[in-house]
Nanobody, 115 residues
Framework: QVQFVESGGGWVQPGGSLRLSCAAS????????VAWYRQAPGKQRELVAT???????GYSDSVKGRFTISRDNTKNTAYLQMNSLKPEDTAVYYC?????????WGQGTQVTVSS
């Protein structure tokens, strides 16, 4: 079973930036789609961004134009560059395949946006 380890979260003021990393224990080029998800307190986990093997990108409306997903297959790592962060972006961020595989969820990385 592939394991994903997320990192790069932290506290940032509104308007700031963070870059999240997702290291996979296996060759991520095997996965047709890798995705970032997030879960805010008291809310369901939601899809944030996707990147397909061929390079196609997808974003939720709430982050489009602010977040950029990428992947480096040589490092088995996916990234999420987050700019112009807003308080409503506060959540635990996870990566997984798309569709997500329940046994592949990692611990996530906390992102807190506040002044």
């Amino acid at each position: 079973q592939v394991q994903f380890v997320e990192s790069g979260g932290g506290w940032v003021q509104p308007g700031g930036s963070l870059r999240l990393s997702c290291a996979a224990s296996e060759d991520i080029s095997r996965f047709s789609v890798v995705a970032w998800y997030r879960q805010a307190p008291g809310k369901q986990r939601e899809l944030v961004a996707t990147i397909a093997r061929g390079g196609s990108l997808g974003y939720s409306d709430s982050v489009k134009g602010r977040f950029t997903i990428s992947r480096d297959n040589t490092k088995n790592t996916a990234y999420l560059q987050m700019n112009s962060l807003k308080p409503e972006d506060t959540a635990v961020y996870y990566c997984n395949r798309r569709p997500a595989v329940a046994t592949n969820w990692g611990q996530g990385t906390q992102v807190t946006v506040s002044s």
